[in-house]
């Protein structure tokens, strides 16, 4: 059963399966029909459906790691704005 996510700034997910297997998704923000993340240790840009996330979290293929500390989250946010620019 799909439900609707409760994402924080700076939160983070582990992918434990699939596509971006071994990354960890460091959330950004929220666009209309996708929730966009920082992966590290890529630092690439990651935006992704809602409904594939939140079905990936239902099947625990993304699972919550922790909250970063507001340093660390400005520097993410700060370098998700920068890959944005550089395209």
Known sequence: MSHRMNLVRGDC???HTGTYAGEIL???EEGADSYCF???PTMVNRVISKLIIENACDKDIIKYVEKLPKS???ICTDQFKLNISCQ
Do not use: C, N, W
């Open 72 to 74: 660390i989250i400005k």
């Open 13 to 15: 997910y582990g992918v």
């Open 38 to 40: 920082l992966a590290v």
């Open 26 to 28: 460091v959330y950004i």
